[in-house]
């Protein structure tokens, strides 16, 4: 009696499922009760019990006698769902989720077919489907007979209960996600006593984004680089909190109005979560880094008017910027269920595993618990990197095809793995050079990239082989520019001493010429960007009429509505609890970062007339939601830098420092809003009060971004021959040399000279994207439930063409094969082992990776302690390493180059 006395005290509350009460639950009580599976929903039978426990993966649990908080909270959800409330959510999932590409083809099959059959019950009065034989005579009584016993022969069990299989999927999807993947790393209740911001979150938080910036802003000019990843400081996060937890005095103090618990008792799962998107939105170098070195530099720009107030300026603009448009766009980027945003799921996954318990299973012979299994997995990554990282290096480009054939010149460009196309079956062991997510992204998004990958490499080979635009003479996967003799070029060049282009030099030097692999992936960017805006527009129509008709309402102040107007899902059902973050704050900080950036223009020089801030703010407020939309479904990531560039390129030629300040700005816009936006969706699963995290990313993103200015003024004073292309502790800044060729490509050559008169054609592959995008739009239109028809994503395969230069398919075979072995395979026949297992690997891996990177790179690579043997040495001496051609300019180029005549070019 009393185990149903904390029952209804801990787990059953009061309300409809669209109020926040019926999703709560008290952790505390719980923890201090065992429930068992004769305890509790007591109107439910022992063997729809276990049903409803297979269904959500809980039948490996090794004692029923305790049962997780998940599947109490489950079980009393569907034993009080009516059955008529049970349909219609059935029936709204159907309308939600058609044409969704995360939902299995067989799961949206399933509940069409029990939304039909508990139509033909309560249509024909038909008990547990046994219909009406009278209606046989019929077309349609027959035809309902027949669709019943196929149904019939599809219950594993042989005990069919519609009523409790609609009930069991109305919850699931009421209270949960019918997403498997999210419920792997979520919880389907909310406890808001838990501590969340607290002391120990803030002194946390504070700290390691200070560590962090410093480090990452300091180091990010190094070739190599090292920075603090959140994958490495979410571990840790762990640790400090447990340390503050036994350290600090159980005290409250109080300060003005708010009373501030020191130590509220155990290091929470909300505490942790608010503490690692404290370091995760904002913990390292800024994007900003790049334009301050430019400007200041007299090796570049030298703009002895950019002083440390435009540095602050453009780098609060930048970053503060994103924020607000984050906040704007979050009620239709962070609130829809389908916009899982798969590459968090990895980092939910590990903090689970750090802090909340779990009850003893047996899944295929695995008892191992999550935390047991990261650790294992994070030890043995961090073990083992050691070998492809320093000690055996082949093994992270095992490039053994042309270790077999070191001089030809077919195998190195086909095979390679260093400079060619990379196609081998076998490519690596090391986890570091498998690119693409395998544990996170889904499967389908795996499949989609290689085929653009594949479409990429007969392209690239194609204009290799037949030296279209004069490719042979260049190596046929390369992201420099070369000149044309075939030499790398160099931008300084042409330019004459305040930086501008000196036409008499650019007559002697020519136009820079691309790779045939920078060709097919510059070819890509441009048909991109009108595709997604496109395909989005065609495909998410109705999502996208809701967000457009939102933003409108949220600018008319006069009117108080809640930003979860409209969504009822559980976790938005949820958040309702806690007080929201009006629009006009985010609207305030976007204003804000406006006029710094107006500011920064005026008074500091930096030659940019005002109107490409509004052009670039613009631009991602046109891109960023159908950018948002793939991610948020797929996993990949796009940026508009590359349109950026062309279009200022066009309007403002020969202006390298107008095309920096806005390519920072939007770029960043764009990159910082989609950071933010995945930090809110962590803390949206989670139940992190959004106020919380308002005031955490603010502390956070401040302080980064006055350190960052603050490290980067540091180390240019203090290194000696700071972005010299020979600095003696290698600070040669190929992040800055690389945005300073691209500005002077695009900004001062511009690309009216490269794409429009060398490479005419790129300007086509606009209208090839949209073009495309028709009939992959009417393939999902008409044929939808088919699975070509759902799962071709011409997005994601134009994106994966962009794969290359300097990358290749060896960075991505792997991927796929690891894709078809967990998110595949072991997804759909070992269900219960992904659930509880496969992220924990994926962040397991990562975290392993991060902590073992650092130690190597300040043991043996800070100050270089070389191994030289023949498994370090043999990809150095193969002729993929030296990045061949197929012609030769002396011998074969006319008149000793390539390219346009001396005299004509463009």
């Given amino acids: 009696m009393s185990e149903k006395i904390d029952l209804n005290s801990s787990i059953t509350k009061g309300g409809g499922r669209l109020e926040a009460g019926a999703h709560e639950v008290h952790l505390d009580a719980i923890a201090s009760n065992t429930f068992s599976l004769g305890g509790i929903a007591d109107n439910l039978t022992t063997e729809q019990k276990f049903y409803v426990l297979k269904r959500l993966d809980f039948d490996n649990l090794e004692s029923l006698e305790d049962l997780p908080p998940s599947a109490v909270f489950m079980l009393e959800r569907v034993q009080e769902l009516d059955i008529n409330e049970a349909e219609a959510i059935l029936i709204h999932f159907l309308e939600e989720h058609e044409g969704d590409v995360n939902i299995p083809i067989e799961t949206y099959d399933f509940v069409e077919r029990l939304v039909k059959h508990k139509q033909l019950e309560n249509s024909h009065g038909i008990v547990n489907l046994h219909v009406n034989t009278s209606d046989s005579k019929t077309e349609k009584g027959q035809a309902d007979i027949d669709a019943t016993r196929s149904f019939e022969t599809e219950d594993a069990d042989g005990s069919l209960d519609l009523d409790l299989k609609v009930r069991t999927e109305a919850a699931i999807f009421a209270y949960w996600s019918p997403y498997p993947e999210v419920r792997a790393v979520t919880d389907p209740f909310d406890d808001p006593d838990i501590p969340c911001e607290t002391f120990r979150v803030y002194v946390i938080g504070i700290i390691w984004v200070v560590l962090g910036t410093i480090i990452g802003e300091f180091f990010t000019e190094r070739q190599p680089s090292i920075s603090l990843g959140s994958a490495a400081v979410q571990l840790f996060v762990y640790p400090s909190g447990k340390l503050l937890e036994y350290v600090l005095p159980k005290k409250t103090i109080n300060i003005w109005r708010w009373k501030i618990d020191l130590n509220p008792g155990p290091w929470s799962h909300k505490e942790q979560m608010l503490a690692t998107l404290c370091y995760s939105v904002s913990g390292g170098a800024v994007y900003a880094t790049y334009f301050i070195n430019l400007q200041k530099l007299d090796i570049f720009y030298n703009n002895l008017k950019f002083t440390i107030g435009a540095q602050f300026l453009i780098v609060l603009a ?51 618990s999550r935390y047991a299994f990261f650790l294992t997995v994070f030890a043995a990554s961090f073990i083992y990197f050691w070998i492809p990282d320093y000690l055996f290096t082949a093994l992270s480009t095992f490039n053994w095809i042309s270790w077999a054939a070191p001089n030809s010149l077919n195998v190195a460009t086909i095979t390679g793995s260093q400079t060619g196309l990379g196609l081998n079956p076998i490519t690596t062991f090391d986890w570091n050079n498998i690119l693409g997510s395998p544990l996170a992204l889904p499967f389908f998004t795996q499949v989609n990239n290689y085929i653009g990958m594949l479409i990429g490499f007969f392209a690239i080979v194609g204009l290799w082989w037949t030296n279209y635009k004069w490719t042979a003479y260049l190596p046929i996967n390369s992201n420099s520019i070369f000149t044309n003799t075939g030499k790398r070029y160099s931008v300084t060049s042409v330019l004459n001493s305040q930086g501008k282009l000196d036409q008499d030099k650019y007559e002697r030097v020519g136009p820079p010429f691309y790779s045939a692999a920078n060709l097919v992936a510059y070819g890509a960017f441009f048909a991109v960007y009108p595709m997604n805006f496109f395909y989005v527009v065609f495909s998410h129509w109705r999502q996208l009429k809701f967000a457009l008709v939102g933003i409108g309402k949220s600018f008319n102040f006069k009117v108080k509505r809640s930003t979860y107007e409209g969504f009822d899902d559980p976790f938005s059902v949820s958040m309702k609890k806690y007080p929201e973050v009006p629009e006009w ?59 950026l560039e062309m279009i200022i390129g066009y309007a403002l030629p020969g202006n390298g420092t107008a095309l920096n300040f806005v390519k920072t700005l939007g770029t960043n816009i764009d990159s910082q809003a989609e950071n933010y936006i995945t930090n809110q969706k962590q803390a949206h699963y989670w139940r992190i009060p959004p106020r919380s995290l308002f005031r955490v990313q603010m502390v956070s993103v401040l302080i980064n971004s006055l350190l960052a200015v603050g490290i980067l003024n540091l180390a240019i004073s203090s290194i000696s021959d700071y972005c010299h292309p020979r600095q003696p502790q290698k600070f040669t800044c190929p992040g800055t040399t690389t945005f300073y060729s691209a500005s002077v490509i695009w900004g001062v050559i511009g690309p009216k000279k490269i794409f429009g008169g060398l490479y005419p054609v790129m300007q086509y592959t606009f209208l090839i994207g949209f073009l495309v995008t028709i009939p992959c739009w009417a393939l999902k239109r008409y044929y939808g439930k088919t699975v070509i028809g759902k799962y071709l994503h011409p997005v994601v395969i134009t994106s994966g063409m962009i794969g290359y230069a300097p990358y290749n398919l060896s960075y991505y075979t792997p991927a796929l094969y690891l894709s078809i072995a967990f998110m595949y395979v072991i997804r759909k026949r070992y269900t219960a082992w992904w659930e509880k297992y496969n992220y924990t690997l994926a962040g397991g891996l990562n975290g392993g990776i991060a902590f073992s990177s650092i130690i190597i790179f300040f043991a043996v690579q800070y100050h270089t302690k070389t191994l030289s043997w023949w498994g370090n040495d043999v990809n150095d001496n193969i002729l993929d390493a030296t990045a061949p051609s197929r012609l030769n300019v002396t011998t074969d180029a006319p008149d000793g180059y390539f390219g346009p005549r001396i005299g004509h070019f463009p």
């Fill in 585 to 643: 704050w985010f609207v305030i900080i976007l204003l804000i970062s406006l006029v710094f950036s107006i500011v920064n223009v005026e008074v500091y020089d930096l030659q940019t007339p005002v109107w490409t801030i509004f052009f670039a703010l613009a631009l991602n407020l046109v891109f960023l939601l159908p950018f948002c939309i793939v991610y948020a479904a797929t996993g990949t990531s796009m940026s508009i830098n590359v349109l």
């Fill in 318 to 368: 930048s970053n503060f910027m994103g924020f607000g448009l984050a906040g704007i766009f979050r009620k239709f980027v962070v609130y829809p269920v389908f916009l899982i945003w798969p590459t968090i799921l990895p980092t939910l996954a590990v903090n689970r595993s750090l802090v909340q318990p779990e009850k003893k299973e047996n899944i295929h012979g695995w008892r191992i």
